[in-house]
């Protein structure tokens, strides 16, 4: 137990110095006030963390809704207008998870699951670098293919190396270095590098170096927008300052609740998307509910919408730095939350001190562990019908955004399902001029096409046995294809039966009682 604890708590801190700069970063493609992600943070930490079924996910502000949050914040006319959908889209989510809509989640294909995983490594390795090498063109946290100025995730990787910062250069590759010596420490059992996760002790490392460069290299010195700026001077009067209530005046504007729809449905689907990748990932090999996951999320919708935080769902890079950190329960999340409050009130000054290429550097090695090439070889060795949907998922996210790519790659994916699915749902065997054609399962008009191509192999003179013995469920479509067949095949001299079947076809067929 005290094992768990301890687990928990050094991933928690992890979590946090991931979290804190995404946090901001969100807030700041959304158009919003700084704290109301800051604010989603805490509460997708404290609140959502405490209320979810899952042991490792992690929720807070996503990137993938800033796009949707800046654009209702302009339709709406006010950040207190959003804030009131926002609030009403908690509640929605809640009915969702009471109603068990979470049944979504588990028709997600797993190749599709892990192609979004991947997607998101690549897309942390090409956004992260500028930030580690100084170049601050985009938020951290940015998700989208598109930038501003007509830029996209390949022109900034490449725009990086213009404006490359000597001081943010040395920061990242140290904090590096430190992160990899420190983890191969602690895979040698050493009980101190097991004690403290190197990701701090980078953090604090690129803190003091900054300070070096500060007194004795000016030209190397990070400063401005290469550091975390947090919108707080300290104290719980501050934080509280930074509360905007929903305006309860516009709960007339019907675009409210075509917000608070949108807001519901698209922050559902990333939410069980990211409980789902969750479960694979975790060597514990937890199983979340997903209706208790969106009942979880919505109650922290609700509250960050009334104080005036971001919208929340679970993220899958807070998630995979948890799972990373050896977490072991949900206090890990719950204290990331307690973290991000606590420093907030305490110490904001000392965070604004941090490197963002500190930051990057973190993030950078959450890319790796989650994109290594020996993933993808797994996943090309168990064949092209899992191997395809994941690399089609891969390159739609990669090129536009978390949500429209997964979308792509189901449709990919379901479409290598339902291959599958015909071709062990009907199995002929011959022996000469005999056919047997066996049904197995349901058997629904998406087979109708393989049975056709089935029946245009049978020369004539054959006999043929329909055996559906086997199938609880024969489609209309798949018993008129029979009985169409059967009429023609009169013309060829080819005979057709049915072996005694559950479901009574045509009164034209001869039934098989026996094999």
Not at 109 to 115: E, F, L, W
Not at 206 to 234: E, K, Q
Not at 446 to 456: N, R, V
Request: glycine content about 10%.
């Amino acid at each position: 137990m005290s094992n768990s604890w301890l687990k928990d708590f050094q991933s928690s801190l992890v979590v946090f110095l991931v979290a804190l700069p995404l946090c901001l970063g969100i807030a700041m493609a959304s158009n919003a006030p700084l704290a109301a992600g800051l604010f989603a943070g805490i509460i997708g930490g404290i609140i959502v963390g405490f209320l979810s079924g899952s042991s490792v996910s992690v929720s807070g502000p996503a990137a993938g809704l800033s796009v949707i949050v800046a654009t209702a914040i302009q339709t709406l006319g006010s950040f207190e207008a959003f804030t009131l959908a926002l609030f009403i889209s908690g509640i929605l989510q809640i009915l969702f998870g009471y109603f068990k809509g979470g049944v979504i989640g588990d028709y997600f294909p797993t190749s599709v699951v892990k192609g979004m995983l991947a997607a998101i490594g690549i897309i942390l390795i090409l956004k992260q670098f500028p930030h580690a090498v100084g170049f601050e063109q985009s938020f951290m946290g940015d998700e989208s293919f598109a930038g501003t100025g007509g830029s996209n995730t390949f022109s900034q990787f490449y725009s990086a190396f213009e404006f490359i910062h000597l001081g943010a250069i040395v920061v990242a590759l140290c904090s590096m270095g430190i992160m990899l010596s420190w983890e191969k420490a602690a895979s040698k059992d050493l009980s101190f590098f097991k004690l403290i996760p190197g990701a701090l002790i980078a953090v604090l490392f690129s803190v003091l170096l900054n300070y070096v460069f500060l007194g004795f290299i000016p030209d190397m010195a990070i400063t401005g927008d290469h550091l975390v700026n947090l919108p707080f001077s300290g104290g719980v009067q501050d934080l509280y300052s930074g509360f905007r209530m929903p305006s309860w005046a516009h709960l007339q504007n019907p675009n409210i609740y075509v917000v608070a729809i949108t807001l519901a449905i698209v922050g559902s689907l990333e939410s069980l998307l990211s409980v789902d990748a969750a479960d694979k990932i975790d060597e514990e090999g937890g199983i979340t509910s997903k209706n208790r996951e969106l009942l979880a999320q919505g109650c922290g919708n609700m509250i960050s919408g009334f104080i005036g935080g971001l919208p929340i769902t679970a993220v899958i890079v807070r998630t995979s730095a948890n799972i990373n950190a050896g977490a072991k329960s949900k206090l890990s999340a719950v204290f990331h939350g307690l973290w991000l409050l606590l420093c907030v009130i305490f110490i904001p000054g000392l965070l604004n001190l941090i490197p963002l290429a500190s930051l990057a550097a973190v993030l950078l090695l959450i890319g790796y562990k989650l994109t290594k090439p020996e993933l993808i070889k797994k996943i090309y060795q168990k064949g092209w019908d899992q191997f395809i949907p994941f690399v089609v998922t891969i390159l739609a996210i990669l090129f536009t955004d978390l949500l429209v790519g997964i979308l792509i790659g189901m449709m990919v994916g379901f479409v290598f399902v339902l291959k599958s699915n015909m071709h062990k749902s009907i199995v002929v065997v011959r022996e000469d001029d005999l056919f047997l054609i066996r049904f197995y399962k349901d058997v629904s008009f998406l087979q109708k096409a393989s049975l056709l191509k089935i029946f245009g192999t049978i020369p004539d003179g054959s006999s043929v046995i329909v055996d559906g013995s086997n199938s609880v469920f024969i489609d209309n479509d798949i018993i008129d294809a029979i009985e169409d067949f059967s009429r023609r095949g009169k013309a060829m001299n080819i005979n057709v039966e049915l072996k005694k079947s559950s479901l009574a076809l045509s009164p034209m067929f001869k039934e098989v009682t026996n094999g």
